[in-house]
Every structure is written in structure tokens, then in C-alpha cells.
């Protein structure tokens, strides 16, 4: 029997003081707990598959700093490199080979890419990539998936209606209508309302931007023919294809998704893994469409800090250890041990639950299924995932603590890890149902 009764009283203290400094306590929101109620754990230390909480509780990590740690966290090569570039100064602001060697990397590994732009996060490569479409095709609007997460920026932050949705509404208060009625959505896996938009817009909309592998409605994937379906039409209507790989880049294979699925976009965000745990991200595609972004070209973006020594240093880095043979399919077996027990555990103990994984990223509903879009994601028992969220918590199991996020596993993630998290999992569901007491949240 697991000690289910951990102390984190540490935790409350911090995190009551975080409350009184930062909005929500957080520096990013889902951080906060507020899906799952109650209060967040704060962290010490991260080493391999485990974090640490101030408390002294170590938890088998399923988050892996949201993407960046698939090598497992605070990886030794990885920090002896950084401690080595650390003693050459922290930024330059000037051009450095760090950024050649990386960017030969990136160029070399994903498909679309024969240039690329480094950046600060996913979020600045998702904004400057949707200028650069807007650019190259002289034209304003984008399709977006409902579901689809693309950072922070004004145009993306797109509520996402039922069915066809025209003209977006922005998704929070300061977005002006102006920033988001460019932004056309449509159902992810629905090729006909994207044709549909491309009916109704002639010649108006620069290209489709979206999560190959979705994370952020919770983990969806592409049904088949979908990636294939959305090249045509893109291609067809003189249109950009864009794939948004911050999260699956390095991910769901070396060359990301659309080595994976064998689909080339013209553009490619990436962000998360190619950092290696420092703030990065980057985008890239065809060198006649990179041509045009500043100096080079017209268009404007830019960055301080962009391309900075230590981000590139734990870049290569990881990126180094991925190169490794074998890496991908480990990934793959101990991710799929996961995935497929969590769903056997939890038909076993008479949940209904769907789910599946792709190389290192996974994720599983508490509703039937099949869930091929943020609709259908929707339809997951959200009181339920709360209250197995809390158990796992208290077992030592850190999940994304969301229903409609993907989980992550690392090359630390060991048969053992997959193995206590299952044994808690099913203790955890044995006792779970729906409707005993209200989640707490405030
Ligand atoms: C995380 C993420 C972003 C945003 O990246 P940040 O570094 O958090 O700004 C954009 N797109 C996708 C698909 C992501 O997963």
C-alpha cells in the first residue's frame, strides 16, 4: 500500500505567497491547477524521470517540463555542456557558431526546413510565421483548428465554435475583433469545412496552420488522410501549409511529424525539444519563403536574446543524445507500455477510457471515444479525471494536471517507472467515480 497521505506543506506555504506576487500564483496558467482543483506542487529539483517538490516528495514526472526533457531531466551531458558554454558568458547578441551548428541540425533532421529563424519560444515562432505567410501570399486570412494551440498571440487565441465557424471571436478580453477576423477554424480531421473555407474566401486565405499530432485538446492524432488531404488542398488553392511542431518536433520522430506521416509542410515551428530545456524556439521552411524575413528580405522580426549561447548549447546537446540508434523505438516501446496499460487498468476497473500514444507523447480520455477532435475531447469526464489526477498526485505519479493535455515520457522513463504508475493507476481507479464529491476549486 502506497502512502497516499504525502505532506506538502511547504507547497502551501509558497504557493500562498505566489498568490500575493504573481497573478494566480503562476507564471503560466495551467500551472496553477485550476482544472483539477486544488493547490499546485512547487519543485526543488528535477533529475532523470523524477521531480522533486520542496517538501522532499519525489514523483515520477509524465510532463517533462511540458516537451524539452525527453532525455530525461538535468541530463549529465547536457548540464556538463552547458557548465562548459557558461564560462564563455551568457549572450552575446552577436552571431555565434553555436547558431550554425544548430541550425544544420534542424535543417538536416526535419524535412521542410532548408532555413531557419531562432527565436525566444513557441510562441514568437507561431507569430512570426503567420507574418511571414501573410507576406509571401499577399493574403490575410488563416484556418486554424479549434483545439489547435499556437501560443499566446492575438490571432491565434480564437474561440473555437461548433461546426463552421466563420469569423473568430477572440478568446479573451484585450484581443481586439480586428487582431482575429482573419482567423478562420475549422474541426481538427475535417477536410471538408477547410474546403468549405477555401470556398468561401477565394484567393483571401494564406495558408493552414496546425498541430500534426495534437497536445493541446489533450493527445489527438491525425486520422488518415488528413495531413495528406490538407497538402492538396493548401497546394491547390496556392495556399502555405504550416505545421506548428513546437511539441511534436524531435517528438513524435527525429524529423518530427512530418518525417512521421511522410507530409512536407512549406513552414515549421518548432520550440520545446529543441532547446533542450532553455527558452527556444525557431521556424523554418523553403528557402524562397525564409528569403523574405529580415535582412534578408522585408520582413520584420527580431530578438535580443535570440539564438543565445546556453539555449543553443543545450539544443545541440539534446539534440546529440536523440541522434543515438535506437532512441525512438525505446521511446515508442515504454510510451505504448504506458498508454496501453492505463487503457487496460482502466477497463479493468470499469471506466470507460480512450487514448493511444505516437513515439514519446501520450494521452487517454475518460469518455468512450473516439475522440477525433477538441468536440469530442470535450465529452471526457472532467470530475472524474480530476479526482484520479489528485490520486496519482498522492501516489508519486505528476501527470499534466489537464484532462485536454498530452502527457510525456523520456529516455529515463524506465519499465519499473511504468510499472508503479500503472500499479497506482489502478489503485486510484478502483476507488474513482464520477459523482462523489464535487471537485473543490475556487
Ligand atoms: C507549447 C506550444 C506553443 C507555445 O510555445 P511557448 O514556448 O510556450 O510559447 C506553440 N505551439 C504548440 C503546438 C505548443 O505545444
Same mark, same amino acid.
Given at each position: 500500500?502506497?502512502?497516499t497521505?504525502?505532506?506538502?506543506? $511547504?507547497?502551501?506555504?509558497?504557493?500562498?505567497?505566489?498568490?500575493?506576487?504573481?497573478?494566480?500564483?503562476?507564471s503560466?496558467?495551467?500551472?496553477?491547477?485550476?482544472?483539477?482543483?486544488?493547490?499546485?506542487i512547487?519543485f526543488?529539483?528535477?533529475?532523470?524521470?523524477?521531480?522533486?517538490?520542496?517538501?522532499?516528495?519525489?514523483?515520477?514526472?509524465?510532463?517533462?517540463?511540458?516537451?524539452?526533457?525527453?532525455?530525461? /531531466?538535468? /541530463?549529465?551531458?547536457?548540464?556538463?555542456?552547458l557548465?562548459?558554454?557558461?564560462?564563455?558568458?551568457?549572450?552575446?547578441?552577436?552571431p555565434?557558431?553555436?547558431?550554425?551548428?544548430? &541550425?544544420?541540425?534542424?535543417?538536416?533532421?526535419?524535412?521542410?526546413?532548408?532555413?531557419?529563424?531562432?527565436?525566444?519560444?513557441?510562441?514568437?515562432?507561431?507569430?512570426?510565421?503567420?507574418?511571414?505567410?501573410?507576406?509571401?501570399?499577399?493574403?490575410?486570412?488563416?484556418?486554424?483548428?479549434?483545439?489547435c494551440?499556437?501560443? /499566446?498571440?492575438?490571432?491565434?487565441?480564437v $474561440?473555437?465554435?461548433?461546426?463552421?465557424?466563420?469569423?473568430?471571436?477572440?478568446?479573451?478580453?484585450?484581443?481586439?475583433k480586428?487582431?482575429?477576423?482573419?482567423?478562420?477554424?475549422a474541426?481538427?480531421?475535417?477536410?471538408?469545412?477547410?474546403?468549405?473555407?477555401?470556398?468561401?474566401?477565394?484567393?483571401?486565405?494564406?495558408?493552414v496552420?496546425?498541430?500534426?499530432?495534437?497536445?493541446?485538446?489533450?493527445f489527438?492524432?491525425?486520422d488518415?488522410?488528413?495531413?495528406?488531404?490538407?497538402?492538396?488542398?493548401?497546394r491547390?488553392?496556392? &495556399?502555405?501549409?504550416?505545421?506548428?511542431?513546437?511539441?511534436?518536433?524531435?517528438?513524435?520522430?527525429?524529423?518530427?511529424?512530418?518525417?512521421?506521416?511522410?507530409?512536407?509542410?512549406?513552414?515549421?515551428?518548432?520550440?520545446?525539444?529543441i532547446?533542450?530545456?532553455?527558452?527556444?524556439?525557431?521556424?523554418?521552411?523553403?528557402?524562397?519563403?525564409?528569403?523574405?524575413?529580415?535582412?534578408?528580405?522585408?520582413?520584420?522580426?527580431?530578438?535580443?536574446?535570440?539564438?543565445?549561447?546556453?539555449?543553443?548549447?543545450?539544443g545541440? *546537446?539534446?539534440?546529440?543524445?536523440?541522434?543515438?540508434?535506437?532512441?525512438?523505438?525505446?521511446?515508442?516501446?515504454?510510451?505504448? $507500455?504506458?498508454?496501453?496499460?492505463?487503457?487496460?487498468?482502466?477497463?479493468?476497473?470499469?471506466h470507460?477510457?480512450?487514448?493511444?500514444?505516437?513515439?514519446?507523447?501520450?494521452?487517454?480520455?475518460?469518455?468512450?471515444?473516439?475522440?477525433?477532435?477538441?468536440?469530442?475531447?470535450? *465529452?471526457?469526464?472532467?470530475? $472524474?479525471?480530476?479526482?484520479?489526477y489528485?490520486?496519482?498526485?498522492?501516489?508519486?505519479?505528476?501527470?499534466?494536471?489537464?484532462?485536454?493535455?498530452?502527457?510525456?515520457t523520456?529516455?529515463?522513463?524506465?519499465?519499473?517507472?511504468?510499472?508503479?504508475t500503472?500499479?497506482?493507476?489502478?489503485?486510484?481507479?478502483?476507488?474513482?467515480?464520477?459523482y462523489?464529491?464535487?471537485?473543490t476549486?475556487?
Amino acid at each position: 500500500m502506497v502512502n497516499t497521505s504525502i505532506k506538502t506543506t $511547504k507547497s502551501e506555504e509558497i504557493f500562498a505567497a505566489a498568490q500575493k506576487l504573481m497573478p494566480g500564483g503562476v507564471s503560466s496558467p495551467v500551472r496553477a491547477f485550476k482544472s483539477v482543483g486544488g493547490q499546485p506542487i512547487v519543485f526543488d529539483r528535477v533529475e532523470g524521470a523524477y521531480i522533486w517538490d520542496v517538501d522532499g516528495n519525489k514523483y515520477i514526472d509524465y510532463v517533462g517540463t511540458w516537451g524539452p526533457a525527453i532525455c530525461g /531531466h538535468a /541530463h549529465p551531458e547536457v548540464i556538463a555542456a552547458l557548465h562548459a558554454a557558461l564560462e564563455k558568458g551568457t549572450s552575446f547578441g552577436a552571431p555565434s557558431v553555436l547558431e550554425n551548428v544548430l &541550425a544544420e541540425m534542424v535543417i538536416d533532421a526535419v524535412p521542410s526546413i532548408e532555413m531557419v529563424r531562432f527565436v525566444n519560444s513557441g510562441t514568437e515562432a507561431c507569430m512570426a510565421v503567420l507574418r511571414l505567410m501573410r507576406a509571401f501570399t499577399g493574403r490575410d486570412k488563416i484556418i486554424k483548428f479549434e483545439g489547435c494551440y499556437h501560443g /499566446h498571440a492575438d490571432m491565434f487565441l480564437v $474561440k473555437a465554435g461548433s461546426g463552421v465557424a466563420t469569423l473568430g471571436l477572440p478568446d479573451s478580453p484585450g484581443v481586439p475583433k480586428s487582431a482575429t477576423s482573419n482567423t478562420l477554424t475549422a474541426p481538427y480531421n475535417d477536410l471538408e469545412t477547410v474546403k468549405a473555407l477555401f470556398e468561401e474566401n477565394p484567393d483571401e486565405i494564406a495558408g493552414v496552420i496546425l498541430e500534426p499530432v495534437v497536445g493541446n485538446a489533450g493527445f489527438i492524432s491525425p486520422d488518415a488522410g488528413f495531413l495528406e488531404g490538407l497538402r492538396e488542398i493548401t497546394r491547390d488553392r496556392g &495556399a502555405l501549409l504550416v505545421f506548428d511542431e513546437v511539441m511534436t518536433g524531435f517528438r513524435i520522430a527525429y524529423g518530427g511529424a512530418q518525417e512521421r506521416f511522410g507530409i512536407t509542410p512549406d513552414l515549421t515551428t518548432l520550440g520545446k525539444i529543441i532547446g533542450g530545456g532553455l527558452p527556444v524556439g525557431a521556424y523554418g521552411g523553403r528557402k524562397d519563403i525564409m528569403s523574405m524575413i529580415a535582412p534578408a528580405g522585408p520582413v520584420y522580426q527580431a530578438g535580443t536574446l535570440s539564438g543565445n549561447p546556453l539555449a543553443m548549447t543545450a539544443g545541440i *546537446k539534446t539534440l546529440e543524445l536523440l541522434q543515438k540508434p535506437g532512441t525512438y523505438e525505446a521511446l515508442d516501446r515504454i510510451t505504448k $507500455k504506458l498508454a496501453d496499460g492505463m487503457l487496460q487498468v482502466a477497463k479493468e476497473t470499469g471506466h470507460a477510457a480512450c487514448g493511444g500514444q505516437i513515439s514519446g507523447m501520450f494521452g487517454f480520455f475518460f469518455t468512450e471515444g473516439p475522440v477525433h477532435n477538441y468536440e469530442d475531447a470535450k *465529452k471526457a469526464d472532467l470530475i $472524474k479525471f480530476s479526482r484520479f489526477y489528485r490520486g496519482m498526485l498522492e501516489r508519486g505519479i505528476y501527470l499534466a494536471p489537464s484532462q485536454f493535455e498530452a502527457g510525456f515520457t523520456s529516455l529515463a522513463h524506465t519499465d519499473a517507472d511504468v510499472e508503479q504508475t500503472l500499479a497506482a493507476a489502478r489503485e486510484v481507479l478502483m476507488s474513482v467515480t464520477s459523482y462523489q464529491l464535487p471537485v473543490t476549486s475556487d
